[in-house]
Structures are given as C-alpha cells and as structure tokens.
C-alpha cells in the first residue's frame, strides 16, 4: 500500500468548511483513496473513499488532483462534533487484509 | 440494531494471566479484523481473518490468538507472551460478497474497542 503522509494537526472555526490535505505520491492505479476519523476514545468511522474522479456524499468530499498523487477531504461545514483524528489511506481496492493507519491530523474545530 | 458489540469496554490483566477479548457482529460480513492502538498513534493489525476456521497473522500477531469458530464472532486472547498489552483495542469487520463495487469500497466497521490494563 502506498505511504500517505497529513499534517499532524489543523484547527478550523466552526460552520466554515474545513479542508484536511493528504499527499499520496506513490499510489499506485489500482489504490483508492479512503478517509476514516476517529472521535477521541471511539472506533474509527469511515467517511468517504475514491479512486480518480472527486466524490460527495452526505457526510463529506473527497477532491483528488488529475495526477493523483494527492487528495483533500472537505467538511463543509464544520462543526464542534467533526473534532477529530482524520485517517488518509490509500489501499487497492477489494481484498480483505487490514487497513494501514498512521497518525493522521487531528482536526480541532474552534467554536 | 445492527453492529459490532466488544466487550468487555475496559479489562485488566494480572501478571502472567491470558485475558480474552469478545468481537461479535451482526452484519453478515465474512470479515473480522482485530486492531490495537497505542496513545498518539495510529491502528496497528493483529490478526484478520476471511472466512470461519482460517485467520491470517497481521503486522503484530505476537503473544496474541485469535479463533474464528463462527461467522459473527471473532474472540482475541492476549496471552501472558505479550509483554506490553496496555493499548486499547479495536475489533472491525467488512463485506467480501457482492458486487465489484461493494469489493472495491474495503469499507470496515469498527466497534467501540476494549481498553486493556496492567495491574
């Protein structure tokens, strides 16, 4: 699996959107890139994932640059809830081995 | 209501004891995966397993085992061999049938974790 690597943390005021970098460089074409965040003491929850086109659902956006070689998560309106660890991924798709986390950046979110 | 139930939420293990963890799942997925995480740091994969009877060692499968006897259940045991078991651990599982799209996701579900201490 490729190397992700996010800054360690971010703050963000909150109702602004909040934007969380990831670069990826090595990915290769068939590894997806997936988002997780994990909420201080809870299970990591899944967010959001892609593979080249930029994606959307209910809870986020996932933006990933033509080459590929980094993404961006976009919460659009942030709230105190979203205060986070958010996990960059990137990982074939299909398959049933473990998913690789490492730090992540912790999003804070100013009220 | 769907999920993954562990249990115990925190445990604490005396010197030399095996203490085992429960990871049950109503979701009707083939996989389970066990994970432990360390403060400031990111998940670490202990063990996996695909199907009931077979299981595949992860990144740091030393001084733990884990049994796959049914599909919604996926017990880990944290033998007196691991040295540094404080860490808090997390259970997960995802689907493997379906169609490709359902294959590509590698979505995983993740329960509330255990909390294991020395005493």
């Known amino acids: 699996d490729a190397k992700t690597t996010q800054p360690p943390s971010m703050d963000c005021a909150e109702g602004r959107a909040a934007n969380l970098p990831c670069n990826h460089s090595?990915?290769?074409?068939?590894?997806?890139v997936y988002w997780y965040r994990q909420i201080h003491s809870q299970g990591p929850q899944y967010i959001i994932h892609?593979?080249?086109n930029n994606e959307t659902n209910e809870m986020a956006s996932l933006i990933i640059t033509e080459d590929r070689k980094s993404s961006t998560l976009i919460l659009p309106h942030a709230t105190l809830r979203d205060t986070a660890v958010y996990y960059c991924i990137v990982k074939r798709g299909g398959g049933a081995d473990g998913l690789t986390f490492g730090k992540g950046t912790h999003l804070i979110i100013q009220p | 209501d769907g999920g993954i139930t562990q249990s115990p939420k925190y445990l604490f293990r005396k010197e030399g004891q095996n203490v085992t963890l429960s990871c049950e799942q109503n979701l009707n997925h083939d996989a389970m995966y066990w994970y432990r995480q360390d403060p400031g740091q990111g998940l670490r994969l202990i063990y996996y397993s695909q199907i009931v009877n077979d299981f595949q060692k992860g990144d740091i499968a030393e001084g733990y085992s884990v049994s796959r006897e049914k599909k919604e259940s996926f017990p880990l045991t944290v033998t007196s061999a691991q040295k540094n078991p404080t860490a808090f651990y997390l259970c997960?599982?995802?689907?493997?049938?379906?169609?490709?799209?359902?294959?590509?996701?590698?979505?995983?579900?993740f329960g509330a974790g255990t909390r294991l201490s020395v005493l």
């Open positions: 997960a599982s995802s689907p493997l049938s379906g169609a490709g799209y359902y294959l590509a996701k590698n979505i995983q579900y």
């Open positions: 090595t990915i290769s074409g068939n590894e997806y």
């Open positions: 892609g593979l080249k």
